[in-house]
């Protein structure tokens, strides 16, 4: 159900479609944006990316949903492991299963109201994301960073938005990549045809992940690969997007993986092993998050690795 319908036909070419619907109707361009991430931007009957470029005569439908009642926020008793705290932001190992902030269907049990009680709720943020510059998949485990006020929120939004903050995960994939360091740079964007999933796409958005294998174990078509994974861009299922597209798709992921996965996992390999940023007042400091037990069990399944070499020494 809508609230309203924006229907514009474009009168010249080459223009983002945010800036051109924001510059011919009363939508902001972050809202289209938000729209346009979410599926409700079209031209010619499929969905588009915010920075899609119109085409002279492109039909533009922007189908703004009602405004939704907005969800209160509580404390709950959830166990979150702190890796690090002080005045402006709390440090913690995300487990898998646990979604990062309240949205519709996931408005309780999630990693904000298990720390809601230490965030500064007068961010200036959305009323339901206090606090939350980046975010971790459902079932992605490892370390996240929370703002607990504003100029934190501010400072790490700006190192983000500036790619100066550096994230590095661990992710196991079928097959062998080989031991050479690699980079997928190819445009990713929302699946037309499937909004729950991303495609490599040349109308993407810009999209960088660079790896290395520092283990591998079995053979043939067992063949499994422990890569380190360093994103330069942060795009929606970035890693894995492209670990699919380079045909070493990630063990145990259900949507980008094999049809035919046997690995028994309930969750993908894929882990936010570090982060490195700086902070307001504490300066640029790195964090770690150990493997989850779920992952490093599996691993141990696997046997001793037949390869095994260092992560990067360093991240361009």
Do not use: C
């Amino acid at each position: 159900m809508t609230a309203e319908r924006v229907v514009i036909r474009a009168g010249e070419a080459g223009i983002r479609v945010d800036r051109y619907v924001a510059e011919h109707s009363q939508l902001s361009r972050s809202a289209i944006t938000r729209l346009a991430r979410d599926g409700h931007v079209r031209i010619g009957g499929n969905a588009v990316e915010a920075g899609h470029r119109v085409k002279k005569g492109d039909e533009i439908v922007v189908d703004v949903p009602e405004e939704a009642p907005a969800l209160s926020l509580e404390a709950e008793d959830i166990p979150i492991h702190v890796l690090y705290e002080d005045r402006d932001v709390i440090v913690v190992s995300k487990p898998a299963d646990l979604v990062v902030h309240p949205a519709y269907g996931h408005s309780t049990g999630t990693l904000v109201n298990a720390l809601v009680g230490r965030i500064v709720a007068q961010t200036g943020r959305a009323a339901a994301r206090p606090g939350i510059v980046h975010r971790l998949d459902k079932d992605t485990s490892g370390v996240m960073i929370i703002a607990k006020n504003d100029v934190a929120q501010l400072a790490l939004a700006r190192q983000l938005q500036g790619r100066t903050v550096r994230k590095e995960y661990l992710a196991l994939v079928w097959g062998d990549p080989g031991p050479e360091p690699a980079v997928v740079e190819a445009p990713v964007m929302r699946d037309p045809g499937d909004r729950r999933r991303m495609v490599v796409r040349a109308a993407g958005r810009e999209s960088i992940t660079r790896f290395r294998r520092i283990a591998a174990y079995g053979a043939g078509a067992r063949r499994q690969a422990l890569l380190h994974v360093v994103p330069l861009t942060g795009r929606t299922h970035q890693i894995r997007t492209h670990l699919a597209f380079a045909r070493t798709p990630i063990v145990g992921d259900p949507v980008y993986g094999r049809r035919s996965d046997t690995s028994g996992l309930s969750r993908q390999f894929l882990h936010a092993w570090r982060l490195t940023v700086r902070q307001p007042h504490a300066g640029e400091r790195t964090f770690t998050a150990p493997l989850a037990d779920d992952l490093r069990g599996y691993l141990a399944s696997l046997g001793e690795p037949s390869v095994t070499a260092e992560p990067f020494s360093e991240v361009a």
